[in-house]
């Protein structure tokens, strides 16, 4: 299969490791942040199973970044979040919520301090380059606001170490979770943190020359070949089991970081004032009229991920929908994510999700539904 074997457009970019995608078996793409992500390397259980149990290597250009740079880079940054930055580190990750002036989610992005006064904001799929640089206008603060030449993979599962450990040095072990490191492998500038949309033990490798994408590709395969690296992308299946969110799906520009249980990353008694302070304060002290839960469906396993919110309903009565789910082989259950009305989030409801014209029982349970406490992730 070669690149002219799909309807691809000019007005949609390319990411740098688009041809090595093809060439080691990308069958289908997306598109994302107005770029084009391979989305299908074959099963998406093989993915997962894949994941899991040795490693895979996902092409992510798609988490564009946004560059804040100048002497007024972390009040600009700690403007545009509820997260208190204050104790962030030069060299530290902070996953972060971009809120507008209502209190919704415009972006749940990670947050990279790579400088004193340099940020990148590694961004879910919305505009916030566009956001920022008009939020800036409205400013006095001494900000320049780009987008980089910066392209990032995801190197995730248990090998993911070694396969890095073999690639630039046995220190990489070194590097903990939500830190960064800059590396030059072989004259190749790279930045990478030890992050990742998996749940499981992962870095992002973020590549600061598109023109050496397909290179950069090659190196780590041919690395990881000995540790049964495969090429693969982001699995909805590990996602969906660690409670991982995902933008446009399990949450959007009207919905705010209490509804989600995200709390911890408001800070409304910090000194300083941020985009939708005011909005979140009100919320808080209201109330939210529905929260994100786990739910376990029943029945056959899901034959793939939803395409569309299904209804959820107590008594007949519509009280919320399912915003993902996925049939997990290693839990053997349907898992969803669902967003209710607050008086039916307790653990245990029985609800009815309507499932292409059916209905299905479902029971609330805790989540994420595996490896509660992240140590997959931060062993």
């Not at 208190?84 to 809120?99: E, R």
């Not at 800036?136 to 780009?146: D, G, L, R, S």
């Not at 939210?288 to 991920?305: A, F, M, N, S, Y």
Request: glycine share 8%; hydrophobic share 35%.
């Amino acid at each position: 299969m070669s690149p002219d074997d799909f309807g691809f457009g000019t007005q949609i970019r390319k990411s740098p490791f688009f041809e090595s995608t093809i060439k080691w078996g990308a069958k289908d793409f997306s598109v994302y942040n107005h770029m084009y992500i391979p989305r299908d390397f074959g099963s998406p259980e093989k993915n997962f199973w894949n994941l899991i149990e040795t490693a895979v290597l996902c092409d992510v250009a798609v988490e564009r970044q946004v560059q804040i740079t100048g002497k007024d880079a972390s009040k600009f940054i700690q403007l545009l979040t509820p997260r208190n930055l204050s104790n962030m580190a030069v060299g530290q990750c902070k996953y972060i919520l971009i809120t507008n002036s209502d209190g919704g989610i415009i972006n749940d992005p990670i947050l990279l301090r790579l400088e004193e006064n340099k940020y990148w904001i590694s961004l879910a799929d919305s505009d916030v380059l566009l956001w920022a640089q008009g939020v800036a206008v409205n400013t006095n603060f001494n900000v320049k606001i780009c987008e980089p030449d910066v392209s990032p993979l995801q190197l995730q599962g248990p090998r993911s170490q070694d396969i890095l450990a073999k690639l630039i040095g046995e220190d990489i072990r070194d590097l903990k979770y939500y830190w960064l490191r800059k590396v030059n492998l072989q004259g190749i500038e790279l930045i990478i943190s030890r992050t990742g949309w998996s749940s499981e033990l992962g870095y992002e490798i973020y590549l600061q020359d598109n023109s050496r994408g397909n290179e950069l590709w090659e190196m780590i395969m041919s690395a990881g070949n000995c540790f049964g690296l495969k090429p693969g992308h982001t699995s909805t299946i590990r996602r969906i089991e660690g409670g991982m969110l995902s933008y446009h799906a399990d949450m959007d520009i009207n919905t705010n970081p209490f509804e989600l249980g995200l709390d911890r990353l408001v800070d409304l008694n910090g000194p300083y004032n941020f985009i939708g302070k005011t909005a979140l304060e009100h919320i808080k002290q209201s109330g939210v009229t529905r929260k994100q839960v786990g739910l376990i469906i029943d029945g056959e396993p899901l034959l793939r991920p939803n395409t569309k919110f299904w209804p959820v309903s107590i008594d007949e009565k519509k009280i919320g929908k399912v915003t993902s789910a996925v049939y997990s082989p290693r839990l053997e259950k349907n898992l969803a994510l669902a967003m209710v009305e607050t008086k039916y989030d307790d653990i245990g409801r029985t609800f009815k999700v309507e499932i292409q014209g059916q209905l299905r029982d479902a029971q609330t349970t805790k989540k994420p539904f595996y490896d509660p406490d992240k140590k997959l992730t931060k062993s």
